[in-house]
């Protein structure tokens, strides 16, 4: 996993190929201790979405989801504030791979 540590989440680079179910992460970061996953990102038919797990009380082992799809205009302030962060805190690597993410979908 490439990416770089802001507090207790590692923010990673945009993945490149969708997982098996056709989605594709464009934002994604991860705290390991509790566990919490926050991922923007495209679908197979071109609609974007906000995916968040957490736990569902502090402490308890089970753990919530929530699914949304999102708006194009939402998508693109996410990366615009993803961005910034990461230029913030040393991470211009993944903020060029979001640039040219933000390119791809301005186009659409």
Partial sequence: MKGIFI?????????????????????NYYCFGPIEVVIYGVTSTN???FDYT???LWGDAELEHEYN????EEML?????EIELCERNGGTN??????SEKKLIEKF
């Fill in 47 to 49: 609609e974007y979405y």
């Fill in 94 to 99: 993944i903020a060029e791979a979001l640039r």
């Fill in 7 to 27: 507090g207790n989440f590692c923010h990673c680079m945009p993945a490149k190929m969708p997982d098996n179910e056709g989605k594709r992460a464009i934002v």
């Fill in 54 to 56: 957490y736990p569902e």
């Fill in 77 to 81: 302030k996410v990366i615009d504030g």
């Fill in 69 to 72: 799809i999102i708006t194009k």
